[in-house]
């Protein structure tokens, strides 16, 4: 998954992202979402969730048809 692959699944399914940033070993971006969760999405296509309700967002973009490596 492409960051913005993960930025137009989060955003239909209504999320906001409210904070976004490169992880601090440069190997992806995080978004910090509004409703507590967090969303790693790495330049190799992987990605994971963490936080409040990370699960949920997990699942989400599981089912977007986005594939997880």
Same mark, same amino acid.
């Given at each position: 998954?492409?960051?913005?692959?993960?930025?137009?699944? =989060?955003?239909?399914? %209504?999320?906001? &992202?409210?904070?976004?940033?490169?992880? !601090? +070993?440069?190997?992806?971006?995080? =978004?910090?979402?509004? %409703?507590?969760? &967090?969303?790693?999405?790495?330049?190799? !296509? +992987?990605?994971?969730?963490?936080?409040?309700?990370?699960?949920?967002?997990?699942?989400?973009?599981?089912?977007?048809?986005?594939?997880?490596?």
């Amino acid at each position: 998954m492409t960051l913005d692959d993960a930025r137009q699944c =989060l955003g239909e399914a %209504g999320y906001r &992202i409210r904070k976004e940033e490169r992880l !601090g +070993n440069n190997t992806g971006t995080k =978004l910090r979402l509004n %409703g507590g969760a &967090i969303v790693n999405v790495f330049d190799n !296509g +992987n990605y994971f969730c963490v936080g409040k309700n990370g699960e949920v967002v997990e699942a989400l973009l599981d089912r977007g048809g986005l594939d997880k490596s």
